[in-house]
């Protein structure tokens, strides 16, 4: 995903100075880390429909664990799924426009 100031691979020695370069270039927060991003991506990921097995394959971990801190509950996705809750049963009961998520 990230390159080199000459287009090779990034070397560990060097990471920092690069991070820092692309961080300000990009007008980021020096409060900002890399590994800001890895949690960001995966919480997305989750927020997005990622499956706890699915997050653990992207992160490289082999336990629920690490997987389970990217789960967040945000007000938004609460009411996405209080909806399709009710959309089920409304389902379930027969009633007309069920299958209307709201």
Known sequence: MFIGPRGGKLRRSNFRDDWIRARTAAGVSEDA???DLRHTGNTLASQNG????ELMTRMGH???RAALI???MTSDRDRAI????GAAVREALGEPGASGGG
């Open 33 to 35: 880390h890399f590994h």
């Open 50 to 53: 990622a499956s706890t097995r």
């Open 62 to 64: 082999s336990s629920t």
């Open 70 to 72: 990217y789960q967040h």
């Open 82 to 85: 209080a909806d399709r809750m």
